[in-house]
C-alpha cells in the first residue's frame, strides 16, 4: 500500500482522529484474547499489529470532522489565517 492510498483512506481524519484510528488498530491483537487472559498476557504471547488491523479501524473510526466545517475552516483560513498555511487544505 502506497502513501497516497492511506491519505486518501483517511482524507478529511483531523489531528484528533488518526491516533484515535492508530490507538484502534493497535488494540486489535488484544481483542483476540479471552477477557480472562488481558490482564496477565506475556507480551510475547501478542501478535503485531497488521495491515488488518488498520483496515478494520477505518471501518470502525469515522472522521469527526465533517466536509462542511472543512469548507468553513478553510474559507476563515484564507481570510484570516497564515497565507503560507493555505496549501494544507
Given at each position: 500500500m502506497l502513501n497516497s492510498?492511506?491519505?486518501r483512506m483517511t482524507d478529511g481524519y483531523?489531528?484528533?482522529d488518526l491516533p484515535s484510528l492508530a490507538k484502534d488498530a493497535a488494540l486489535g491483537p488484544i481483542r483476540e484474547l479471552p477477557p480472562e487472559q488481558v490482564r496477565n498476557?506475556?507480551?510475547s504471547q501478542v501478535r503485531d499489529i497488521s495491515f488488518y488491523d488498520f483496515m478494520d479501524s477505518l471501518q470502525k473510526i469515522g472522521s469527526s470532522v465533517g466536509l462542511q466545517t472543512l469548507d468553513l475552516l478553510v474559507c476563515w483560513n484564507r481570510e484570516f489565517g497564515d497565507v503560507s498555511?493555505?496549501?494544507?487544505f
Open positions: 492510498d492511506w491519505l483531523s489531528g484528533s498476557v506475556d507480551v498555511a493555505g496549501s494544507m
